[in-house]
């Protein structure tokens, strides 16, 4: 079954430092997400992107934050300078539709020292 | 943002055991779905509920969705070992985006 894939699956950065996480979204799917969840919280809404331009945002997504889809395949999640409470599980999600069911990926950990 | 209170947040069962976890809100859905996940995974969708008063069977797992579009549980039959797991409920928020609950952390054990 098709799925969506991100990397790395672990990224360690300094406070501070650009970071992009990747992710392959499922061949045929037109609407692509990031949620992240924090440690010991829920999952939250990032953003939204279709037809390659953001749909909806979240108040965490501020200006810091930055989305990409550089190619036919890859979707990018770019935090410029990061600070310590950006650590967190980064998930990439995708669908066919808007309103049909979510596909995610496995995530990216991404711990800010 | 729509807020969704899972209930309860933990649960520690014996196999064998019947359980039902809940999914609430004071406010009305178009569609909720039901996650599972699994330490260091993402959330893998179980089933979506989008009629009032729907009910969703998946084998030993029976999702139900509240008449007024506002409530869902999910009804586990002879829990066994591999349905350790964090449930999780989520509704479209605005647009597209879910919002999602903070889940029912699951154990069953042998």
């Known amino acids: 079954e098709p799925e969506v894939t991100q990397t790395p699956s672990h990224q360690v950065t300094q406070m501070g430092q650009e970071v992009i996480l990747r992710c392959v979204p499922i061949s045929n799917h037109l609407y692509f997400y990031w949620y992240r969840q924090i440690l010991g919280q829920k999952v939250e809404f990032l953003v939204s992107f279709y037809n390659n331009e953001i749909s909806e945002k979240s108040e965490i997504f501020d200006d810091q934050f930055s989305v990409e889809r550089p190619d036919g395949s890859n979707f990018t999640l770019k935090i410029r300078s990061t600070k310590l409470e950006d650590s967190a599980m980064y998930f990439c999600?995708?669908?066919?539709?808007?309103?049909?069911?979510?596909?995610f990926g496995d995530g990216t950990r991404l711990s800010i020292l | 943002t729509q807020l969704l209170e899972q209930s309860p947040q933990f649960l520690s069962i014996q196999e064998g055991e019947n359980l039902t976890v809940y999914c609430n809100s004071s406010s009305v859905f178009s569609s909720l779905q039901w996650y599972r996940q699994e330490p260091g995974e993402g959330p893998v969708l179980l089933v979506t509920v989008v009629t009032g008063g729907e009910v969703k069977k998946l084998k030993r797992l029976t999702f139900q969705f509240g008449d007024a579009r506002k409530d869902s549980s999910l009804h586990i039959t002879a829990a066994q070992p591999g349905d350790t797991g964090l449930y999780l409920c989520?509704?479209?928020?605005?647009?597209?985006?879910?919002?999602f609950g903070k889940g029912t952390s699951l154990l069953v054990t042998p």
């Open positions: 999600a995708s669908t066919t539709n808007g309103d049909q069911p979510q596909h």
């Open positions: 989520a509704g479209e928020d605005s647009g597209y985006a879910l919002n």
